[in-house]
């Protein structure tokens, strides 16, 4: 492969579903909002950045190292599901990455760094891979009681497999595994054999995803949801919703689509705990804690998100294992003087002042 090789230069993989113009229009403009660099990589936005900076006449090299690499991933991707297929006997469902990357206009703009697989009978399934020559990868600590077990990952090929028993969900919620399987639909990669969830339902369960690692909290994913629902019908997407139990996380998350890729008023969200969005920036520590304690009561029922917030500053108040009561006071002293700080800002002051107290 030539080192020269651009986004673009690659012909997908198969027909691609029908994309809306003006979505990506909309993500276009917002792209040039963002104040740093690391703005756009903070919101999944990069590669897409920069080749519209080379689009645009930007710089080549800026992009040459970063494009090798999606393009790597892209090829790389089809290799190693293909070994799963061919390992085992059941059906295997393809979530997010690869397959959310069909949806955006350019597919190699999408970047992803594992691929995500939903089956029926996950241990079976990774013991079987295990047995194909998959090998397991991270501290497997980190996997207990999750929605997937330990990744795999297959010699030579730095992509992992993340095998699941379920979609990570929200808490207090069932997550709909059975009827996402049972809906599945032949994926848009076009690997034979290889499924994926059904565009409309994989648009909400995504949206639950990304909440449920922090709401509202990255446009890239947000940029995914919009994607997977174009051309859905949005009462079909609201009755999804509503049938998950999810039907006020749902309507938020399309409020807020609604109204940075299209025409619809900002909301008081995006004035309050998520205005990091419309800034196309990181998150200040002072909407994050707004996010923490405000969030809920745009995706629970009035009594749960009472209850999470509760959850919330208890655990905000609590001790650190190891901390003393006047270094709790000293971390939040730091937290308030930086309340307009970006997150990773304050993280690397806090820890620079945390040297230097010996703490």
Known sequence: MSTALQIGDLAPPRAQPAHDASLWERVDALLERAPRDSDLRFHGLEQLALRRRRLTGGNRDESRAAERTAVAASLIAPLVLQRVLAAVDEPVVLMKGPEVAQWWQNPLTRTFRDLDVLVEESDATWRTLREAGFEPTGDPELY???HH??????PGLPLVVEVHHQPKWIEGA??????????????????PGLLALDPARHAV?????????VPLGR???LVDVAALSQGADRDELARIARSWGVERLWRTTQTTIDSLF?????PLIGHVWARHLWGVRERTVLERHLERWLGPFSALPPAQAAATTRRHLAHQLALVEGETRLQMIRRSTRAAADAFKRLS????SSAAKQTEEGE
């Open 174 to 191: 069932t997550p709909p595994t059975a009827e996402l399987l049972r809906t599945a639909v032949p994926s848009a990669t076009g690997i």
């Open 149 to 154: 077990l330990r990744p795999l990952v297959w």
């Open 262 to 266: 299209g025409d619809r008023r900002r």
């Open 345 to 348: 800002d304050h993280d690397e």
């Open 144 to 146: 207990l009681g999750i």
């Open 205 to 213: 369960a995504l949206a639950v995803h990304a909440w449920a690692h």
């Open 219 to 221: 446009l890239g994913r």
